[in-house]
C-alpha cells in the first residue's frame, strides 16, 4: 500500500485515466455501433471527452514521475 498522500494521488491519476479511456473506448464503439439512434452522437462526445481528459491524467502522471 502507499504510504503517502501524493503517492496516492499518483496511483488514482494513473488508475483513473485508465478507467477513462476504457469508459471513451467503449462508449465511442457502442455509438458507433447504434448511429441510428439519437443517443450515438451524446455517447461518441463523451466517448472522446473521456479519452482526452484519460489521456491527459496519465500525460500528467508520466511528467511527474519524469520531472522528479
Not at 488508475?15 to 469508459?23: E, H, P, T, V
Not at 473506448?25 to 471527452?49: H, K, M, N, P, W
Amino acid at each position: 500500500m502507499t504510504t503517502n498522500t501524493s503517492d496516492f494521488a499518483l496511483l488514482m491519476k494513473k488508475f483513473g485515466g485508465m478507467a477513462l479511456i476504457l469508459f471513451g473506448v467503449l462508449a465511442i464503439a457502442i455509438g458507433l455501433e447504434y448511429r441510428s439512434t439519437d443517443l450515438s452522437f451524446g455517447l461518441i462526445a463523451a466517448g472522446i471527452v473521456a479519452l482526452v481528459g484519460g489521456m491527459g491524467l496519465l500525460v500528467l502522471k508520466i511528467i511527474r514521475r519524469n520531472a522528479g
